[in-house]
């Protein structure tokens, strides 16, 4: 069995040249990175991750934790989980992926799991998984705010939901709307409790009550309501309760598409009688919608990527210098079709 010495004496490079050039942690010449990967072909060398983990002592991977349910992922989670994997890999790293029963982490096996550092995606008020890896002493970054009683302070890679409502509320009021109905991600994550402060902020900026009856949360991952989840509330304020709604903010595209669909079936129209507007969506499919969707661009994939990079550098991995503890990544409104000003009697 060929070992990275054969490789390196064939390459006509150094050992350490060899490594780097599959753990990527070093930048290697086009040149020389060829030359290394014809040799460990000629000689069917692979590099042995195990032994690797033994020099380094380091078990190389990272665990991303995600809450789940019966359903498929959605554009955001795909998008996320491939910044992951991309740029753990560009330092030589695995990601193992914990599928976690959300509110359900029974036992202390995540923190026991062969990783060096976790990334936990949608943290929960009081989440477990938080408490385990603290309790623990395992590195971890989260992606979203921690609402942890016994975790003062950690590392977080975040978008600025507060802003981010602020703007979408400013953004439909300035057309003139002042009934807006809010279908907000689950009750009990962090994003969600941001979220909902600041929607009664911006309205009362705006002089307008949020009436509870406009604000709703999405059903736990585990509930049979999780996937038709926006389109009952539509049903139900607009129909039932007789609410003037002029406009709708939905958590994300699976809450918009259900949205769209009840909308249709009480007779109205999109935008023309309500406006709709989707926070985290999928932008290749908020265009092909009719009319297409106006979102906000959360920039999954490097909300993934920053959080591995600020792993990387509480690992003493990264060799880039200074990294803040706390990085927001940008949004910004991607306007479609689904939202328009209102006229006559309701223009604000």
């Given at each position: ?336 079709a689904s939202c328009s000003s209102i006229e006559g009697?309701?223009?604000?």
């Amino acid at each position: 069995m060929a070992k990275i010495d054969d490789v390196a004496r064939l390459a006509g490079v150094s050992k350490g040249t060899v490594s780097n050039v599959f753990s990527q942690k070093r930048p290697t010449s086009k040149e020389v990175t060829e030359r290394v990967l014809k040799a460990s072909k000629e000689l069917n060398y692979v590099p042995n991750h195990i032994a690797r983990s033994l020099v380094t002592k380091k078990t190389m991977a990272i665990g991303l934790t995600i809450p789940h349910g019966n359903f498929f992922f959605s554009a955001f989670h795909n998008q996320f989980i491939n910044g992951v994997v991309l740029e753990a890999s560009r330092f030589g790293y695995r990601v193992l992926l914990d599928m976690l029963p959300v509110l359900e982490v029974k036992t202390p096996s995540l923190a026991s799991y062969p990783i060096d550092g976790a990334i936990v995606l949608g943290p929960t008020e009081e989440d477990e998984r938080i408490r385990l890896l603290h309790f623990n002493g395992i590195p971890f970054v989260t992606v979203g705010k921690i609402f942890n009683a016994q975790v003062k302070e950690a590392p977080t890679v975040n978008n600025d939901n507060a802003r981010i409502v602020h703007d979408i509320c400013d953004y439909l009021i300035a057309r003139g709307h002042k009934n807006l109905m809010f279908l907000n991600a689950t009750k009990g994550t962090t994003v969600s409790m941001e979220r909902r402060t600041a929607f009664m902020e911006a309205l009362a900026k705006h002089r307008l009550v949020m009436r509870d009856s406009m604000h709703h949360y999405k059903p736990h991952t585990q509930s049979d309501h999780y996937l038709h989840y926006g389109y009952a509330e539509t049903i139900r304020v607009i129909r039932e309760s007789g609410e003037k709604v002029t406009a709708i903010i939905a958590d994300d595209d699976r809450a918009a598409f259900n949205a769209m669909n009840a909308i249709k079936d009480l007779g109205l129209r999109i935008p023309e009688d309500i406006s709709l507007f989707v926070i985290c969506g999928d932008l290749s499919m908020m265009h092909q919608t009719m009319p297409p969707l106006t979102g906000m661009d959360l920039q999954p994939s490097e909300l993934g990527a920053q959080s591995v990079k600020l792993l990387m550098h509480m690992l003493g991995i990264s060799n880039e210098g200074d990294y803040p503890d706390h990085l927001i990544i940008e949004s910004k409104i991607v306007e479609g079709a689904s939202c328009s000003s209102i006229e006559g009697e309701w223009q604000g």
